[in-house]
Nanobody, 115 residues
Framework: QVQLVESGGGLVQPGGSLRLSCEASGVIFAINAMGWYRQAPGKQRELVAVIPSGGSTNYADSVKGRFTISTDNAKNTVYLQMNSLKPEDTAVYYC?????????WGQGTQVTVSS
């Protein structure tokens, strides 16, 4: 069973930056999309950014211009560069990879933006 392993979360001051990484423990074939979701306390999980296979990148309006998603397809790895972080970005961030047969999810990594 392929697992997604996330890293890079932590505590950062407002205006700071973090880079999240998510690497698959094995090979995932026929990937349709790779992306990131987040869930803040008391709120529903929401899409942050996604790269569809062969399509254009999509971002939530709240992170446009501040977050950048990128992938290393050879390594089945997806990254999220987060700049100009705000307290409202505080959440557990989950990566996911989707192929023709399944959705794979990471275990989640906590990002806390606070002074």
């Amino acid at each position: 069973q392929v697992q997604l392993v996330e890293s890079g979360g932590g505590l950062v001051q407002p205006g700071g930056s973090l880079r999240l990484s998510c690497e698959a423990s094995g090979v995932i074939f026929a990937i349709n999309a790779m992306g990131w979701y987040r869930q803040a306390p008391g709120k529903q999980r929401e899409l942050v950014a996604v790269i569809p296979s062969g399509g254009s990148t999509n971002y939530a309006d709240s992170v446009k211009g501040r977050f950048t998603i990128s992938t290393d397809n050879a390594k089945n790895t997806v990254y999220l560069q987060m700049n100009s972080l705000k307290p409202e970005d505080t959440a557990v961030y989950y990566c996911y990879i989707r192929n023709a047969w399944a959705n794979y999810w990471g275990q989640g990594t906590q990002v806390t933006v606070s002074s």
